[in-house]
């Protein structure tokens, strides 16, 4: 207990002689906040480096797997003080991945290489998740066509209109977006769905977008626009299977909910 007691004094004395220290340079007092918040004030054993080597990535908490990937701070701020403000600034581990280059960059200390450090380490966790399987998938159930688009555009940031073209045992073709932007009947049309379909030889077709909004539930717009691909795909001869809507975690299918028709 004496000892405890005496690193603990030890600790607030340095914290004293840090915010001296900043005073002197004429800085602000947040600048201490970051520095408590921080990395360096951390004993060594528990900084997100060393505790990654001690026990593992998933032991580590959402700041800490920030700061490991951010690698180092500033003479402000450190990476764990970095990390903080990023996650406090696009609203979570989830907002992250929406953020773009330019919201990255309002954070103090973020530039354009760091931004894209970690836009880039997004971009290729995402790509993990797509399965590569060594054959073509088979997409028998609304769930296998969600597991399947989830990972690459649920969690877009903008509303994107896509097709997944099947054969007729159900196994992928491809996967195509066709517009990105707001999903109306004006801005997506069958010609240009079915053209893709013919092209590929596809007897049939899942129409998928993905709402920001986070709340999978169809507009009036959605309902209207599958209705005139499956009357469209009846006189091609090419059936509509179903329309996802995607959200960054769920989904919703009008072929479970027997909206199709």
Not at 16 to 27: N, S
Not at 65 to 87: E, F, K, P, R, W
Not at 122 to 150: C, M, N, Q, W, Y
Request: hydrophobic share 40%; glycine share 8%.
């Amino acid at each position: 207990m004496a000892v405890a007691m005496i690193r603990s004094r030890q600790r607030r004395q340095r914290d004293f002689t840090v915010l001296a220290r900043i005073r002197r340079r004429g800085a602000r007092c947040d600048q201490f906040l970051h520095w408590i918040d921080g990395v360096q004030h951390l004993p060594t054993r528990d900084r997100p480096r060393e505790k990654l080597e001690r026990l593992g990535a998933p032991s580590l908490g959402d700041n800490e797997l920030l700061a490991v990937i951010l690698g180092s701070g500033t003479s402000d701020m450190d990476s764990l003080a970095m990390a903080n403000a990023i996650l406090e600034t696009v609203g979570g581990v989830h907002g992250l991945i929406k953020a773009n280059l330019d919201d990255l960059c309002r954070v103090q200390g973020v530039g354009v290489a760091r931004a894209a450090q970690m836009l880039a380490s997004l971009e290729f966790g995402r790509r993990t998740l797509i399965k590569a399987p060594p054959g073509r998938p088979r997409l028998s159930t609304p769930k296998d066509v969600a597991l399947h688009l989830l990972p690459e555009f649920g969690a877009r940031a903008v509303e994107q209109f896509g097709i997944v073209l099947v054969d007729a045992r159900h196994q992928l073709l491809r996967t195509r977006i066709l517009s990105v932007g707001t999903v109306d009947r004006s801005v997506v049309h069958p010609r240009d769905v079915f053209r893709e379909a013919v092209s590929a030889r596809a007897t049939g077709i899942v129409l998928f977008h993905n709402h920001p909004s986070g709340d999978p539930a169809p507009s009036p717009d959605d309902v209207a626009l599958t209705k005139r691909m499956v009357e469209a795909g009846e006189l091609m001869g090419i059936e509509v299977i179903d329309h996802l809507i995607l959200t960054e975690t769920r989904y919703l299918s009008f072929r479970e909910l027997g909206r199709l028709r």
